[in-house]
């Protein structure tokens, strides 16, 4: 089935560091990719998604590129402020049937230092 | 422009009763989905209902049920609650055919 896989965390990082999270997935077919950031208390927002192989999805100096060699979608970030402290979750979607359904990893939380 | 609403944000049942939660969707959207999130991992989808009819549904047992009405909204009932029911539930909506989910704050259901 599908699946994904996230690096496991917590991950703590000073201000101004350069942040990677890793993902790498399994799926049938060409599924997209996303990732999503949940702050406390709240629910999902989507930060960046990719559609197919290649593709880099880009927002709020996030960065993650749709590798279907390796199957990674790794998230990227240059320089990390204290207000990124979030958990943030990998996803596929695909089609089964006429539904799209996420699939999400099991999330890292990430802690930014002052 | 009002995103997705779900109520309660909060509630406690106890072991064997029933719950119902709310959920609006996006405006402009017509697909409700329902995703579980326990404490600690990433959310599971629960199931999907378009044009007032489930479409797809996780591994979930017969207890979840849903409804969407002509309205697009949509509840989640759950019978016969479990301890391992306490979790966030988060209500997803988008425009069928349309990638771009938007979930709502989710909510927070604990079983004692």
């Known amino acids: 089935g599908n699946s994904v896989t996230q690096m496991e965390g917590p991950v703590t990082l000073s201000e101004e560091a350069f942040l990677t999270i890793n993902c790498t997935y399994t799926?049938?077919?060409?599924?997209?990719l996303f990732w999503y950031v949940q702050y406390p208390g709240e629910g999902l927002q989507l930060l960046l998604k990719?559609?197919?192989?290649?593709d880099k999805g880009s927002n709020k100096g996030f960065e993650a590129t749709y590798r279907k060699e390796t199957t990674s979608f790794h998230l990227e970030k240059g320089s990390v402020q204290v207000s990124d402290s979030a958990v943030y979750f990998c996803a596929l979607t695909y089609h089964s049937g006429s539904a799209r359904q996420l699939t999400f990893g099991s999330g890292t939380q990430l802690t930014v230092l002052p | 422009d009002a995103g997705v609403t779900q109520s309660p944000t909060h509630l406690i049942k106890t072991r064997g009763q029933q719950v119902t939660l709310r959920c609006s969707p996006k405006s402009g959207h017509d697909t409700v989905s329902w995703y579980q999130q326990a404490l600690g991992q990433g959310p599971q989808f629960i199931f999907q209902y378009y044009e007032e009819e489930e479409r797809q549904r996780g591994n979930f047992p017969d207890r979840f049920s849903g409804h969407q009405f002509p309205n697009y909204s949509s509840e989640l009932n759950v019978n016969a609650l479990l301890l391992g029911d306490s979790a966030l539930y988060l209500c997803?909506?988008?425009?069928?055919?349309?990638?771009?989910?938007?979930f709502g704050s989710g909510t927070r259901l604990t079983v004692v």
């Open positions: 990719a559609t197919k192989a290649d």
């Open positions: 799926a049938t077919g060409y599924p997209s």
């Open positions: 997803a909506s988008s425009q069928t055919n349309r990638q771009g989910e938007t």
